[in-house]
């Protein structure tokens, strides 16, 4: 795994981690899991159970959205660099033959 996947990958679970540690928080703050309800049917599990699940459907919420935001986030060489060595562009392309592009 390179380097830069790795720090992305960092840089959006470690926020998340924290923002639904929070969220945890908050919501079983004023919520008790023996009163929630799926459907109209009571949710039988352990308070623990309903702590876990929770934590982790807001983990993986906070980290769809970061995942989100660091894909759409991408810098200029990473938009505007060709794939194709330069031998292989098209002709006409203003790169192909160009001196020190690569």
């Not at 928080?25 to 699940?53: N, T, W």
């Amino acid at each position: 795994m390179s380097s830069n996947l790795a720090q992305r990958i960092l840089w959006v679970l470690w926020p998340s981690f924290l923002v639904a540690a929070v969220a945890e928080l908050i919501v079983f703050a004023v919520i008790d899991p023996h009163d929630l309800a799926v459907f109209g049917v009571p949710v039988e599990a352990g308070r623990m159970s309903v702590y876990a699940i929770g934590f982790f459907f807001f983990w993986a919420m906070t980290s769809a959205a970061g995942a989100l935001t660091v894909f759409l986030q991408r810098s200029p060489f990473e938009v505007n660099r060709c794939p194709l060595p330069a031998t292989d562009r098209p002709e006409g392309c203003p790169k192909r033959e160009a001196e020190g592009c690569t």
